[in-house]
């Protein structure tokens, strides 16, 4: 069983809220991925972080996701302004490492079910 | 940039019996693969992974899967499934440099008594 803890399970919110969503990744693990999954299964890889610092991202142009992994807090993802489409399954992952070879296994939390009505 | 292709939206399947899950990818450079399992609700559980060496890779619960380059597949086989087996199946790529996994549609599996 997974030991990357996400919460909260389920989260509602209008259009226009902000939504928080946080993950802690199994201990020892440096290496912190969030990603979209919306109903018809498409994954959408959005960020991820070694240690505090980011490794890659989308582009997020409209800058209304934003994200961090302070030290010895939490990861978390925000949306600052929660629109319909943002309605998914968000699921934070983390592994040992995510080097130039790409071969690392990644380990899932259950993620946050994002509602926006 | 790596695709990843997942022939079967739903396989159905009786206890007991053998299923295999297709997958195929295109990428020309050298790539990962993997499976994960998600049930319903849960987030992905991991299965097995091809990295190098032996084409075949054990994985828990009793499942495997080839690996074959010139086919660009990694198909996924259990030799007699439970009821608990019942979820939706992904597969997964990476490569040097990228951006974590790219998955395919999944694959929902049914099993009934």
């Known amino acids: 069983n997974s030991k990357v803890i996400q919460t909260p399970r389920y989260l509602v919110k209008g259009q226009g809220q902000k939504a928080k969503m946080r993950c802690i990744p199994e201990?020892?693990?440096?290496?912190v991925f969030w990603y979209q999954q919306n109903k018809n299964n498409e994954f959408k890889f959005l960020i991820n972080?070694?240690?505090?610092?980011?490794?890659?991202q989308i582009d997020m142009t409209e800058k209304r996701f934003s994200a961090e992994c302070p030290s010895n807090s939490p990861c978390s993802l925000e949306i600052q302004s929660s629109e319909a489409g943002d309605s998914a399954l968000y699921l934070c992952?983390?592994?040992?490492?995510?080097?130039?070879?790409?071969?690392?296994?990644?380990?899932f939390g259950s993620g946050t079910r994002l509602t926006v009505l | 940039t790596q695709t990843v292709s997942q022939s079967d939206a739903h396989v159905t399947v009786f206890e007991g019996d053998s299923v295999e899950l297709r997958c195929n990818y295109s990428y020309g450079g050298s790539i990962y693969l993997s499976w994960y399992i998600q049930h319903h609700g849960r987030g992905l559980q991991f299965l097995l992974k091809y990295y190098s060496g032996n084409p075949v890779v054990q994985g828990v619960n009793g499942f495997e899967a080839e690996f074959s380059k010139s086919d660009s597949s990694f198909h996924l086989r259990k030799a007699s499934v439970h009821w608990s087996d019942s979820a939706v199946y992904f597969c997964?790529?990476?490569?040097?440099?990228?951006?974590?996994?790219?998955f395919g549609l999944g694959t929902r599996v049914s099993v009934f008594p």
């Open positions: 997964a790529v990476s490569a040097i440099y990228a951006q974590g996994l790219t």
């Open positions: 201990k020892g693990h440096p290496v």
């Open positions: 992952a983390s592994s040992w490492d995510w080097g130039v070879s790409g071969a690392e296994t990644l380990y």
């Open positions: 972080f070694q240690n505090q610092e980011v490794l890659q």
